[in-house]
T-cell receptor, first 114, second 116 residues
């Protein structure tokens, strides 16, 4: 069973640029959630995708957008990067079956905005 | 809105000793789940233990156990016989129940250091 993978591991961008982060779900999972973790803080929920539709969103501006593909992999896109977007971005996949679904996290992508 | 608070930014313990990490939460929901996650320096978040709010019995997973006080909205993690590999950032997290929508709300984390 393959776990959650994310790419790239590290990324450096400059303010105003756009970035795409990628996530491959664990085999059999149909839901992907994205979190932003600032240094020394707990992760903050960005949004969740279930069967290619956005299934909930946290308090993040529209320049944070996402996609989920038919194979349940996912992308997080951030436009007009700001310095405060520097963080570890975590992807978590789960299988929605009833009301409980354990989220399995990937290793994260470290984004630095200069 | 739900909030999760971890009041101990850092904790330390001697190897083989017991340590308790604190967590409080605020919610108006009656159906929810609580979790403790471990994030080692390699960054991959791992689920340590889970508690369903409707269960009165405290969850236990090997050396890890919780003290769930629903009325006090308290959810502490006890690690027994601490090992060097337990050193990590620990996060308490909340998830609303009764829905497939799986947003996790995390606390600020507690860094646990284990001394040999």
């Amino acid at each position: 069973e393959t776990g959650v993978t994310q790419s790239p591991t590290h990324l450096i961008k400059t303010r105003g640029q756009q970035v795409t982060l990628r996530c491959s779900s664990q085999s059999g999972h149909n839901t992907v959630s994205w979190y932003q973790q600032a240094l020394g803080q707990g992760p903050q929920f960005i949004f969740q995708y279930y069967r290619e539709e956005e299934n909930g969103r946290g308090n993040f501006p529209p320049r944070f957008s996402g996609l989920q593909f038919p194979n349940y992999s996912s992308e997080l896109n951030v436009n007009a990067l700001e310095l405060d977007d520097s963080a570890l971005y975590l992807c978590a996949s789960s299988l929605v079956a009833g009301f409980y679904n354990e989220q399995f996290f990937g290793p994260g992508t470290r984004l630095t905005v200069l | 809105a739900q909030t999760v608070t971890q009041s101990q930014p850092e904790m330390s313990v001697q190897e083989a000793e017991t340590v308790t990490l604190s967590c409080t939460y605020d919610t108006s929901e009656s159906d929810y789940y609580l979790f403790w996650y471990k994030q080692p320096p390699s960054r991959q978040m791992i689920l340590v233990i889970r508690q369903e709010a409707y269960k009165q019995q405290n969850a236990t997973e090997n050396r890890f156990s919780v003290n769930f006080q629903k009325a006090a909205k308290s959810f502490s993690l006890k690690i027994s016989d601490s090992q060097l590999g337990d050193a990590a950032m620990y996060f308490c997290a909340y998830r609303r129940g009764g829905t497939s929508y799986g947003k996790l709300t995390f606390g600020q984390g507690t860094i646990l250091t284990v001394h040999p």
